[in-house]
């Protein structure tokens, strides 16, 4: 009796197993996800690039003439004004070539005169006989001839006048007189020049105030603006209102703007880039000749727009999408465009529309087609201030945490 009471239970047990292994489980709540609900907007139309400074004016100061350098007139690396005396060369054989040729034009125009006295009264003989006309035409050719030699006497000594005031070496340009090349003593000019004909460098003199940058943009990202740009086209002619700002090279930003200065009109064909040059103030001589910057430049407005944080786009072979949550709460896919970022964010050119709520966080559990459950997105920057300071106005509330913590381990 005792075992057929157990076999019974035993069948009762099995049946009410059997029961409810037929129920199915309760479906799983839709994962939750946040989205931002986007707009058009315009943003700044905005280009990131690496230039390198150089002078506003640049002259080489070389000797012209041979001599031996007897001095240096300025101090290495302070600032000079156009004209003033920077090096002096030996004058002597100068100064006495040209008391030479001053001599020789004294005696040429003594010859002259003596000629042209000549001339005229030999002129005034030949209406009563005295003379004949092969004499006058003598005298007259004479005239000419003295006449002559006067005017290359007067350029040699002007020649030479040049050449002794070119033993004074003066600056072409004002600016920042650089290291000397040579020492006194040193034998410069002519008698050393290099093979392409030019003097014994001396110095170099630099206007750095203001300063160039120069720097390069690719045609195909020349294009891509055109398109970008707000009116169709960059316009770069109008360069005074293209502004640039600087960055020096640990990453401080520079405190004056410049603006475009030069654009050229040509493709380089050995790099595909645009050759660009912006004109920045220097007053304080931060900026330095051959130093590399990094520079932004405001091309003007980019409208139309949408600006979605950059962990919402994905990519796949087919290039950027975007998961949107559609009017019925589940997931779509959508291909978008992007070309340049703002801040933290991507701008998407083309692929989204007013209104469309986009995925930010838990795409990996967000699935096409399936339902999701929506939260609004909020950035980390402002999350983790209120975080921080609540964790800070609450120290007996983290100090009863703790407490708790350690009660629960001692258990």
Known sequence: MKSRLERVSLLCLC???????SKKAPPPPPPQVSTVKVQAQSVPLERRFVGRLSPYYSANVTARVSGVLLKRNYAEGSQVRAGQLLFEIDPTFYRAQLDNDLAILAQDRATYINDHITAE????????GSISQQTVDNSDAAERSAAAKVKADEATVQS???SLDYTRVTAPISGIAGQQQVTAG???GSSTTDSGGNGTLLTTIQQIDPMYVNFT???ADLATLQQSQTGGTVDLSQQNQVSVRIALPNGAAYGSAGTLDFSDVTVNASTGAVNLRALVANPQRRLLPGMFVSLTVDFGRQNDVFLVPQQALLRDTTGGYMLLVGGDGKVARRDVETVNSLGNNWIVTHGLKD???VIVTGVQFAHEGAPVKTVAWQPPAAASPGSSGAAASSPGAAASSAAAASAGMAK
């Open 15 to 21: 049946l009410i197993v059997l029961a409810a292994c």
């Open 121 to 128: 009264r030999n002129r005034k003989l030949l209406p009563v």
């Open 160 to 162: 030479a006048r040049i």
């Open 186 to 188: 040193a034998v410069v």
């Open 217 to 219: 943009i690719s045609s």
């Open 355 to 357: 209104g469309d709520e």
